[in-house]
């Protein structure tokens, strides 16, 4: 055997799962075929600026993110707790008071704070404040529906609260699991999501960083079963076009349809994003604060101006927009979301820069209801699979993946003989 385990897939579930079994003193061996860790996760720098592979954040509230990730060495830069929401008669501000007291008058005059609205979306969110497993022991139908059953509707719901989730979740059709959104309702609540100053990438690189054996460019072809006698019996045998290397077992930790492809396992299907990045002399002016259309016309899903939430992501005097639309086949024209972009913001958007466009097919699964948050990690013979397409669509789905998928590995190598 070349090592006790290969795990095929550097982004965070693979990260944490061969963290997991180098910490328990397994020979762990990471192969990935990109030229650096993170998976979906990564940053990249284009002219000057830090641009993220689509819009994403972290939230610090996230139990597996508190319990294994060290937040203060990110210098995570938070967004503004709350949305900012495009009518025809401008645009409105609904922030946590608890969190961004100095925008209370913006939110109480937003013409959102409406006492029956408010009092049916608190009773729909309840059960997201008390235990976490007496949520997943309840009952679980669509969000769309279980907002209809609590009599959630009117403004707060269409123009705010539905069209903010079409960019958390990937979707604008209310199908994804009540007791998912609950769950995400309920670290939005305990938390306020930011960015690393250096970009998302610097998440995964930190949990790369003790890793010995993380090796890049290597694209795995497939994945068998070794036969025979000897020494490389009952292991597993991974090709790549450098060559292969034998293992005690693999861990497939790429996202859902590499993870079919490789092993064969049956994968939820999954929701693609589109990010366009626009650089601009002179930006919006917004806090750090995710923007949506209340309207909702046009594709895009959320806009923020990141330089105002995390300066580091611009050269002095520049600004850096991020605009995201869903991706449903081809991604939505350039023109639609730069002019949709526009009026959202309230300003011309003729003299924006597009510095680049991240389209991102797989970037989460579908999470229908009934919820299921613990599929199976062992296929048997020593092959694993882990990732967020195995647990919840999330960082915290994915770190909880990879912990749980390692754990399993150990207990199945230090259970068997050699």
Known sequence: MDCDVVVVGAGIAGLECARTLHERGLRVVVLEAADEVGGRIRSEHVDGFTVDRGFQVLNPAYPAVRARVDVAALDLRPLLPGVAVRRDDGLALLADPRRAPRHLRETLGSGYVRPRELVALARWAAPALGPVRRLLAGPDEEFGRSLDAHGVDGRLRREVLEPFLAGVLGEDDGSSSAQFVRLLVRMFLLGTPGVPAAGMGAFPAQLARDLPHVRLGHAVERVERVDGAGRSAGGRRVHTAAGSITARAVVVATDAPAAARLTGVTVPATKGLVTWWYATDDPPRTAGVVVVDGRRRGPVVNAA???????SYAPPGQGLVQVTALLRGAAPA?????????????????????????????ALPVQPAPLSTRRPVHLGDALFVCGDHRDTASSQGALVSGRRTGAAVVRVLRGSPG
């Open 305 to 311: 101006v990141m330089s105002a939430a995390a300066p």
């Open 334 to 362: 350039e023109a639609d979301v730069r002019r949709q972009a526009g009026e959202m913001f309230g300003v011309g958007t003729s003299s924006w820069r597009e510095l680049t466009r991240h389209e991102i097919p797989a």
